[in-house]
T-cell receptor, first 115, second 116 residues
Framework: DTGVSQNPRHKITKRGQNVTFRCDPI?????LYWYRQTLGQGPEFLTY????????KSRLLSDRFSAERPKGSFSTLEIQRTEQGDSAMYLC?????????????FGPGTRLTVL | AQSVTQLGSHVSVSEGALVLLRCNYS??????LFWYVQYPNQGLQLLLK??????LVKGINGFEAEFKKSETSFHLTKPSAHMSDAAEYFC??????????????FGKGTKLSVIP
């Protein structure tokens, strides 16, 4: 068990560019979550996958954001036409849907800076 | 809708002193409750969780929390602070959304400083 990994750890981009982040969950974890954390705030839920199906999306997830989880393994989060307001830490978490208690394990995050 | 309030965005304690971080929640049904710790430029690490059963929950690094339904609280304590405890602490609640998601709703966090 190597934990949740995220790449890249840091991304600096210019406004208007597209960026893509990757999350590799703990193997055998079938639930995967994306959160966004801005400075001085707690993480906020963005979207949820169970296996390869995206079952829930937050109102925070504008049309410029898209997430995928092909084959129910790793996941990608893409932001198109980035804006300065997208600057944040993007966190991925995974859990195992074996019981009603969903304990989420977080990756180290990808810090996005939009210039 | 559920929400979490953490009283005090910044708490300072002396090394060896009691740590008390406060968390109150709002939920229409009994939630699952969590405390996570975040070190600078890192992700969140689970400290402890409450689901059902015993209301006093013990976690890692000597931390514990007590679920008090009547007070809708889940305060985090540690008898003796260590320098390595300096970090930001987040309280969170989780409820099933019906779509299978147990998304977490976090408080704004409390930054703990430990003074030598």
């Amino acid at each position: 068990d190597t934990g949740v990994s995220q790449n890249p750890r840091h991304k600096i981009t210019k406004r208007g560019q597209n960026v893509t982040f990757r999350c590799d969950p703990i193997s055998e974890h079938n639930r995967l979550y994306w959160y966004r954390q801005t400075l001085g705030q707690g993480p906020e839920f963005l979207t949820y996958f169970q296996n390869e199906a995206q079952l829930e999306k937050s109102r925070l997830l504008s049309d410029r954001f898209s997430a995928e989880r092909p084959k129910g393994s790793f996941s990608t989060l893409e932001i198109q036409r980035t804006e300065q307001g997208d600057s944040a830490m993007y966190l991925c978490a995974s859990s195992l849907a074996s019981t009603h208690t969903d304990t989420q394990y977080f990756g180290p995050g990808t810090r996005l800076t939009v210039l | 809708a559920q929400s979490v309030t953490q009283l005090g965005s910044h708490v300072s304690v002396s090394e060896g002193a009691l740590v008390l971080l406060r968390c109150n929640y709002s939920s229409s049904v009994p939630p699952y409750l969590f405390w996570y710790v975040q070190y600078p430029n890192q992700g969140l690490q689970l400290l402890l969780k409450y689901t059902t059963g015993a209301t006093l929950v013990k976690g890692i690094n000597g931390f514990e929390a007590e679920f008090k339904k009547s007070e809708t609280s889940f305060h985090l304590t540690k008898p003796s602070a260590h320098m390595s405890d300096a970090a930001e602490y987040f309280c969170a609640v989780s409820l099933s959304s019906g779509a299978g998601s147990y998304q977490l709703t976090f408080g704004k966090g409390t930054k703990l400083s430990v003074i030598p």
